[in-house]
């Protein structure tokens, strides 16, 4: 039998080409990051070394540094107190001497105040002495003028007391004489005055008696007085306090009419609100239907485009453990209120619902995010293929445009150049 011959490889068709391309310059641009990663991480680490040896030497020049200076501070300490003990005992000396001139002058003076002091003892001794004297003879002279003044203050006295006893006996006389003259004198009308005295304590006692009279009627009258005037003021008030009761029951009932067209009015406000909110429930309610039976009829029709897994498992499981479960619901149970909780007790029955919204909420955002990253990716990829049939190709558009085949002084004009191009025109 013949042998067969080897199959030629078949020519490349410009999609998988442009396809070989395109995965060639990822990988390229892959390579490229990843190298500029490695000598970003080497340049880092040259830094950090070059950074702690430049600190381990400026301590080392800081350490020889202190050293020097510690050296020239002690030779300068030694020299400041060499000089410092020197005035030192310079003062000492200057101190010794005048703390020996101080003890000298200081017994001198000690010597000369004793003296002093003997003489001042001397001088009173003989002051003392003299008061003595003097005290006793003052002492003397007064005791004989206290004894002439007694002797002359007792004959004076006698002689005062006989002159007033005379003259009171002289006195005495005469009164007796005037006293026995006036009843002789007063006899008559001591007999007229005991009769005059009788008769008016009679009549002092009916004077006494009509004034009590008198007083009682007086009092009966101030009595009824104060009752009539007490009767005028009580039926004064009782007509005042009648008249205001009236005044209040009018301004009350005035009061009450307005109330009562008040009431009226809002009552009519407060029932064509009623009919236009009423209205308005009973719209929102339709729409809440519509919207209702609409979502139904979504999910009949979704649910012909479940997955067996969503069919199996339609609610996802929560991926908390059951102790970070327990305390979601402690902090949750704390927080709530009361009205907040009935709330959420009233709407349990949607916990599934919003489950399964969610979970397909989070897929619609995946999904969004996964689009956006492949129109990305789709934008990068024309853009590149824009760029390779601009240079494969001349025209007066391409040559306005960066155009990797317009190279002069060996740089191209394009923001980032491309070898792959060249690699590929090399091999053909």
Known sequence: MPKKGKKAKAPLSDEEQLLLFQQKLLADEETAKKKERLLNQFLKDKLAKEEHNSALNLNKINTQWRMVLREVKTRELHKD??????????????????????????????????????????????????????????????????????????????????????????????????LKNYTDATE?????????????????????????????????????KGKIMAHSRESEEQNQCIRNDKELVHVHLRKLKTQRTQAREVSQENLVKLTLESNATLKALRKIVD????????????????????????????????????????????????????????????????????????????????????????????????????????????????????IVNHRSNLAQPLSMPAAQSGDK
């Open 81 to 178: 107190i060499e000089i410092l003990s020197q005035t030192f005992e310079r003062v000492v000396d200057c101190k010794d001497s005048v703390i020996k001139c101080h003890v000298s002058c200081r017994k001198t003076i000690i010597d000369q105040h004793e003296k002093e002091m003997h003489y001042l003892q001397d001088v009173f001794m003989a002051m003392e002495q003299n008061y003595i004297d003097s005290e006793y003879e003052s002492k003397l002279e007064f005791q004989s003028m206290w004894d002439d003044l007694k002797n002359k203050n007792l004959e004076e006295k006698h002689f005062l007391r006989l002159q007033l006893e005379n003259i009171v006996e002289d006195l005495w006389r005469r009164f007796q004489d005037a």
């Open 188 to 224: 008559d009308r001591k007999i007229a005055f005991e009769a005059l005295k009788v008769k008016d304590e009679k009549s002092s006692k009916e004077i006494e008696a009509q004034m009590k009279r008198i007083q009682k009627l007086q009092e009966a009258i101030s009595i009824l």
């Open 291 to 406: 919207k209702g039976e609409k979502i139904l009829k979504l999910a009949e029709i979704c649910r012909k485009f479940e997955t067996e897994e969503e069919k199996v498992l339609p609610f996802y499981a929560s991926a908390l453990t059951p102790k970070e479960q327990a305390e979601v619901e402690a902090l949750n149970q704390e927080e709530l209120t009361e009205d907040l909780a009935q709330v959420m007790v009233n709407y349990t029955g949607m916990e599934n619902f919003w489950k399964r919204y969610n979970k397909v909420k989070l897929e619609v955002l995946s999904l969004q995010h996964r689009r956006a990253q492949l129109l990305d990716i789709s934008g990068k990829l024309k853009e590149m293929l824009k760029q390779y049939l601009d240079g494969i190709s001349v025209s007066d558009e391409v040559l306005s445009q960066p155009n990797p085949l317009f």
